[in-house]
């Protein structure tokens, strides 16, 4: 069973550019989840998927950050315009229920 | 506030040598905590969850446990492969949503 993915695994980008993260879970999982983790820090929550609606996105930092999940499987984050702080990794997880969480490798976002 | 501390931050052992990582939490309505591993580049991979106190999972040379206020992974006789970092985080409920808060981390490193 493929784990879950995303793309692109790096991506460096001037500030004030636009970059899309993009996540594809395990199929059948209808909880998606983005984390992100700034250096030194720890993984904090951005939001949750269930299915294609968004269940709970009080994490995402701002109005720069739009996350969409159409049909309910793949998912994109989209960082627009980039700033400095944005600057971390970005995971993604999904799972089948409501515990055990499965997840990506991650996407190294650097704005510089 | 929402909390969980991770102690120590980082840890050498010889090989064989057992010892104890510490996550202790502070938050409201606890819904289950989890423990994961992270080696380097890649996500978090899940090892347990526990739901109440007194609950104890085993897996291999990896315990943990829980009480009311903090939770133990035991590492006994550690193998050089089991350097990396452990992640705890706690899934707790406010007004009705989930949050999944991440401790930040303690590196594990075991020396043959």
């Known amino acids: 069973e493929a784990g879950v993915t995303q793309f692109p695994s790096h991506s460096v980008i001037e500030k004030g550019q636009t970059v899309t993260l993009r996540c594809d879970p395990i199929?059948?999982?209808?909880?998606l989840y983005w984390y992100r983790r700034v250096m030194g820090k720890e993984i904090k929550f951005l939001l949750h998927?269930?299915?294609?609606?968004?269940?709970?996105e009080s994490g995402m930092p701002n109005n720069r950050f739009l996350a969409e999940r159409t049909g309910g499987t793949y998912s994109t984050l989209k960082v627009q315009p980039a700033e400095l702080e944005d600057s971390g990794v970005y995971f993604c997880?999904?799972?089948?229920?409501?515990?055990?969480?499965?997840f990506g490798p991650g996407t190294r976002l650097t704005v510089t | 506030e929402d909390q969980v501390t991770q102690s120590p931050e980082a840890l050498r052992l010889q090989e064989g040598e057992s010892s104890s990582l510490n996550c202790s939490y502070t938050?409201?309505?606890?819904?289950?905590l989890f423990w994961y591993r992270q080696d380097p580049g890649k996500g978090p991979e899940f090892l347990f969850t526990?739901?109440?106190a007194g609950e104890e999972k085993e897996k291999e040379r990896l315990k943990a446990t829980l009480t009311k206020k903090e939770s133990f992974l035991h590492i006994t006789a550690p193998k050089p492969e089991d350097s990396a970092t452990y992640l705890c985080?706690?899934?707790?409920?406010?007004?009705?949503?989930?949050?999944?808060?991440f401790g930040t981390g303690t590196r594990l490193k075991v020396l043959a």
């Open positions: 199929s059948g999982h209808d909880n």
């Open positions: 985080a706690v899934r707790a409920t406010t007004s009705g949503t989930y949050k999944y808060i």
């Open positions: 998927f269930v299915k294609e609606s968004k269940q709970d």
């Open positions: 997880a999904s799972s089948p229920g409501s515990h055990q969480q499965y």
């Open positions: 938050v409201s309505g606890l819904r289950g």
């Open positions: 526990l739901y109440s």
